[in-house]
Nanobody, 112 residues
Framework: QVQLVESGGGLVQPGGSLRLSCAAS????????TGWYRQAPGKQRELVAT?????STRYADSAKGRFTISRDNAKLYLQMNSLKPEDTAVYYC????????WGRGTQVTVSS
């Protein structure tokens, strides 16, 4: 079973940046479409960015122009710029559509 481990979250002021990383125990990032999801308190988990096995990228409207998803053979990344308080959430990586057990996620808090 593939295990997913997210890292890189933290507390950042509005307008700041963070770079999230995701490591997987298997070679999934170039095999499947993969992406970053997030779940804010009291809300459903949502997909914010996808990178296809071929390298194309797609973003939720809330992420367009501010987030960039990328990958290498070993990891998946999410560069987040111009962060807003509404970006506060726990961020997870998984296949798109998801197929693996969810990792613990990494908390992103955007607050002054």
């Amino acid at each position: 079973q593939v295990q997913l481990v997210e890292s890189g979250g933290g507390l950042v002021q509005p307008g700041g940046s963070l770079r999230l990383s995701c490591a997987a125990s298997g070679s999934i990032f170039t095999t499947y479409n993969t992406g970053w999801y997030r779940q804010a308190p009291g809300k459903q988990r949502e997909l914010v960015a996808t990178i296809t096995s071929g390298g194309s990228t797609r973003y939720a409207d809330s992420a367009k122009g501010r987030f960039t998803i990328s990958r290498d053979n070993a990891k998946l990344y999410l560069q987040m710029n111009s962060l807003k308080p509404e970006d506060t959430a726990v961020y997870y990586c998984n296949a798109v559509p998801f197929r693996y057990s969810w990792g613990r996620g990494t908390q992103v808090t955007v607050s002054s």
